[in-house]
């Protein structure tokens, strides 16, 4: 009984060549979608797709991140923005970890909107430590603020727009993924 049980825990665990494959072809599908909406300031389906692919791979997706952030980095540089990128996106992923036994399009898009509201705030975090660094925990906090409160237009639109794609793609997505599933493709 205990071989059977450690044998049904390492399948559990396990990657397959198949995994491999659709985990790349989540990360293009994330890029792809990138490099179409790079025209409409902080209106992306990057949320979405990081939110919907947790949902459909469950722990997995752990490696889908890394390798989003990894080719974002190659393809526009590594900077400051990109610092924010190691964080912020595996918080999304985490969040979405915690309530993936939820299947509410009005959870997910709350979620997502408030992961747009809060991307300003979280991505303001490097500027407290480059702050502190020059002048101490008040010149960190300064610069934190001041940078969080000069992109509200921007996380306000960010929100939204997350808001409203969520709204609109999670319930035809979902029923892709449950057809894909009894199709015993996932």
Not at 162 to 175: A, D, E, Q, S, T
Request: hydrophobic share 60%; charged share 15%; aromatic share 18%.
């Amino acid at each position: 009984m205990e071989l059977s049980m450690r044998k049904y825990k390492k399948k559990k665990f396990q990657l397959t060549a198949y995994d491999i494959a659709l985990m790349g072809m989540m990360v293009a599908v994330i890029e792809a979608c990138k490099f179409v909406m790079a025209s409409l300031p902080n209106i992306e389906l990057t949320s979405f797709w990081l939110i919907i692919f947790t949902l459909m791979i469950g722990w997995k997706i752990v490696f889908v991140v890394p390798v989003f952030i990894l080719i974002e980095g190659l393809i526009y540089g590594f900077g400051m923005w990109w610092v924010m990128y190691l964080y912020a996106w595996p918080m999304l992923v985490l969040l979405t970890w915690i309530f993936r036994k939820q299947d509410s399009v009005w959870v997910f898009s709350i979620l997502s909107a408030a992961f747009g509201l809060c991307f300003g705030l979280l991505c303001a975090i490097p500027y407290f430590f480059i702050g502190f660094v020059d002048g101490g925990i008040l010149s960190g906090l300064i610069m934190a603020f001041n940078w969080w409160i000069a992109g509200i237009p921007f996380d306000i639109t960010h929100g939204i727009a997350n808001f409203i794609l969520m709204f609109l793609l999670y319930c035809p997505m979902r029923k892709l993924i449950e057809k894909i599933r009894k199709a015993k493709l996932l």
